[in-house]
């Protein structure tokens, strides 16, 4: 009698390592290209509650949902937060369908992630994505204009 004997499929990496563990080219897998971390936020001194806009950094294509210049984003926006395995945990404003947050708080990532659905633009058909929503914070007179563009429900439906 011929037994044919498998071996079981192994688990992606987001499944088997912690954030700290990734190699570079998996930690940036991770990004689904929805955009939303690359929008104006701004914080209540007093409460320190963060409110999201439907503003876009100044480096951000809101056609292809990327940063323009990823590699130097921070010479030219100084105060762009580069995420990392140790950071993460300390923004909370981060979106509730970010793949490090999920990976973060342990609930894997969502089915319309590009490393799950195989499909780049999973992310954009999901309606998660910020793609052709918002306005470059260029487009502005003033930086305080940007409040204006509240967009707290609208981030909401994306979670």
């Not at 689904?32 to 007093?46: A, S, Y």
């Not at 260029?138 to 429900?153: I, K, S, T």
Request: negative net charge; glycine residues 6%.
């Amino acid at each position: 009698m011929d037994v044919e004997l498998t071996t079981p499929e192994p688990k992606p990496f987001w499944q088997t390592k912690r954030l700290d563990q990734m190699t570079r080219e998996e930690w940036e897998s991770l990004c689904d290209g929805c955009g939303l971390c690359c929008l104006i936020r701004f914080e209540d001194e007093d409460t320190g509650e963060v409110f999201p806009t439907r503003v876009h950094c100044k480096l951000f294509d809101s056609q292809l949902c990327s940063c323009t210049d990823y590699a130097n984003r921070q010479e030219h926006v100084p105060d762009c937060i580069k995420l990392t395995p140790w950071n993460i945990q300390a923004l909370g404003w981060m979106p509730k369908s970010c793949g490090y947050r999920r990976i973060h708080e342990g609930r894997g990532l969502a089915e319309w992630h590009p490393l799950v659905s195989g499909d780049p633009e999973s992310v954009h058909t999901a309606g998660v994505s910020i793609r052709g929503q918002t306005i470059s914070e260029e487009a502005l007179a003033e930086p305080e204009d940007a409040v204006e563009y509240e967009a707290v429900e609208w981030l909401e439906e994306r979670g």
